[in-house]
């Protein structure tokens, strides 16, 4: 019962252009949704999340947005840089409940 | 400031055999866990702990074994290795939503 999924296993952006990535969940009793950034041989590490009391939330280059009537999110980079190919995954989860689960990753190439 | 450490890195197993996967941190943090990540299927929960003394299944359990006899420790068991179970392992762990994970395990089963 795969009850997040990333439809999209990879992406292919140039730099400076939009990098959308997508994210589709099942579980309305989600509440609380994170994005991870993952590296070759490094653990994946926290980039952003939002609370479903919001439909967006931006730090810098990046913006997550919320639409949880469509139980949907998506992570957008702007400008996308070099730096930012990695495989990025989302993490929906129930505050309280530390059960984190994730979704099969993108991998994002962003090309010169 | 080493945060959450996992050994050994890498490991080669024979079908049959048994190994403990380490994972240690120094947050203080409650709540740990244990992922296995395989192509095109994302990072899959094997088992959790929200406390010491404590564990439960995840998504991907069987096979696997866990202990948490310290706060800081979550042990995760293979008792007979399958190559099934060629894989890479990351253990997290967190105090809230946000957790923080090791540099992982690639483990190889022959």
């Known amino acids: 019962d795969q009850q997040v999924k990333q439809n999209s296993p990879s992406l292919s952006v140039q730099e400076g252009r939009i990098s959308i990535l997508n994210c589709d969940y099942t579980?309305?009793?989600?509440?609380?949704f994170l994005w991870y950034k993952k590296y070759p041989a490094e653990g994946p590490t926290f980039l952003i999340s939002i609370s479903s009391i919001k439909d967006k939330n931006e730090d810098g280059r990046f913006t997550v947005f919320l639409n949880k009537s469509a139980k949907h999110l998506s992570l957008h980079i702007v400008p996308s840089q070099p730096g930012d190919s990695a495989v990025y995954f989302c993490a929906p989860s129930i505050q309280g409940a530390q059960k984190l689960v994730f979704g099969q990753g993108t991998r994002l190439t962003i090309n010169p | 400031n080493a945060g959450v450490t996992q050994t050994p890195k890498f490991r080669v197993l024979k079908t049959g055999q048994s190994m403990t996967l380490l994972c240690a941190q120094d947050m203080n943090h409650e709540y740990m866990y244990w992922y296995r990540q395989d192509p095109g299927m994302g990072l899959r929960l094997i088992h959790y702990s929200v406390g010491e003394g404590t564990t439960a299944k995840g998504e991907v359990p069987d096979g696997y074994n866990v202990s948490r006899l310290k706060k800081q420790n979550f042990l995760l068991g293979l008792e007979s290795a399958a190559p099934s179970q060629t894989s890479v392992y990351f253990c997290a762990s967190s105090q809230g939503a946000e957790a923080f994970f090791g540099q992982g395990t690639r483990l190889t089963v022959v």
């Open positions: 579980n309305s009793m989600f509440d609380y």
